[in-house]
């Protein structure tokens, strides 16, 4: 799934003649964020999950990275295998078919 999310996020952003700015982050401690992108002043954390059903656990990457990141981290998506969407203060959750809408507001 982080493939398939990786290629849409690079496919976009080309197609609008933008640069990737596309990365992957990981400490020592083996926390990790699947992709951060640059966005203006920002720094976007995603996390991807093919789980079906929203855990807390799916969030502890990116608020633990966030806090890391202070200012210069923009609100997290997390992309899933589910599909109800849902908006959090800190974290978009989107559902695998509707990444469409997280690619909108990173190319623009």
């Known amino acids: 799934m982080e493939n398939w999310v990786a290629t849409e996020l690079i496919k976009t952003r080309f197609n609008v003649h933008k640069q990737k700015n596309c990365y992957f982050w990981r400490d020592n401690k083996g926390n990790e964020i699947d992709f951060i992108i640059e966005h203006g002043q920002k720094l976007i954390p995603i996390e991807i999950k093919s789980g079906l059903t929203i855990t807390s656990d799916f969030f502890k990457n990116i608020i633990y990275w966030s806090k890391l990141a202070g200012n210069s981290a923009g609100k997290g998506y997390l992309i899933y295998g589910g599909e109800t969407d849902q ?16 690619d909108r507001i990173l190319v623009s």
């Open 87 to 102: 908006l959090r203060t800190d974290i978009n959750i989107l559902g695998w078919k509707s990444i469409e809408k997280m």
